[in-house]
């Protein structure tokens, strides 16, 4: 009992106004400040919609200047960090080393934060979007028993990630341009998506007044989970796990056997009820990755296409509007790319920050913020009298 509307996972609760991000999941439409994700996927860069979900509007040529001249500015970790990643496991997986350490930036940037004054929060949103490549970059290459890679802040973002990652001492690299784009532009497909469970756990995290280092570190923690982020992950592993097309229909079957826990990961959106927008982008961009790296008749590629096919066409997946989201393709992207399963969901974390940091700004700079306390419907027991542990 009680005078509260029950909505276990909030299906149907406003938790905020915002002006960021809008999504039509009936019409499968996803917009930025106004914006069309395909619009700016196919004709923008990465840090042109970072400065548009935080700032409200597109940059002129020379606010854009000064921007990724910021954005680079902030790309170096404080060495002592390097020191922190030693005390994570050698095969830690490289989500829990992002919780670790960017919570651990909470602590380089703590009292010098005032989030009352507008410019410091835009100081720590700019540290946070240079700062997160080099982070997972570095949990990478931890992970990898390699030694980390230094920025380079002559590359454009997507490259310099790419270089922290691939590069080695030893050898020289170049990044390959396609490659960079089509990075740039899974970064541009992740970087907000309103208030789902990661942005909402950074918002409620935030609304105490916290520090932002730490609420992005509980966002990430939130995103870890297979039914958000770390989907991608299970998605690639369950295209590895079918194989082969003709093991297609038992994976189907699996997934609308009510006594199977088995999904279609990679499948399904709760906002979605259409074609997922992003995922029609991710679609394409997998096809000039693996075009530009003359991968042909890829063997994952083939079982993803087959599986979509069918479960489009399938009456359960019809009737219940399931489509291919953001993560059904990014998965064969991501490792044509070079990137091992377990760094999926970190590049997503990577692409996200910008996104919880914007819902953050707008929530703390929001006149109507308060902190954010659900209430609960009690179903415990009633009052009763404590018995000593020799009467129980
Ligand atoms: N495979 C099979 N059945 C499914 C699937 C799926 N992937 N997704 C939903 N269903 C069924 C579900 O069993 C339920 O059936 P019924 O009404 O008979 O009980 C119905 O569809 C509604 O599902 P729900 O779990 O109530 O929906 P939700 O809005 O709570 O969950 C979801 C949304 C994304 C967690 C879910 O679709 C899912 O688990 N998908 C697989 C994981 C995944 O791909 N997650 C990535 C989401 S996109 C990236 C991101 O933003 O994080």
Known sequence: TGAFTFDPGFTSTASCESQITYIDGEKGVLLHRGYPIEQLAEEGHYLETCYLLLYGELPTAREMEDFEYRVTHHTMIHEQMSRFYSGFRRDAHPMAVMVGSVGALSAFYH???DISDPHQRMVASLRMI??????AAMAYKYHIGQPFVYPRNEL????NFLHMCFSVPCEPYKVNPVLARAMDRIFILHADHEQNASTSTVRLAGSSGANPFACIAAGIACLWGPAHGGANEAALNMLMEIGTKDRIPEYIARAKDKNDPF????????VYKNYDPRAKIMQQTCHEVLDELGIKDDPLLEVAMELEHIALHDEYFVEKKLYPNVDFYSGITLKALGFPTNMFTVLFALARTVGWIAQWKEMIEDPHQRIG???QLYTGAPQRDYVAVEKR
């Open 373 to 375: 306390r659900p209430r």
């Open 263 to 270: 999904r279609l990961m990679g499948f399904g959106h709760r």
């Open 111 to 113: 009292d010098s934060i």
């Open 156 to 159: 454009s973002y997507a490259e």
């Open 130 to 135: 240079a700062k997160m490549p080099t982070l």
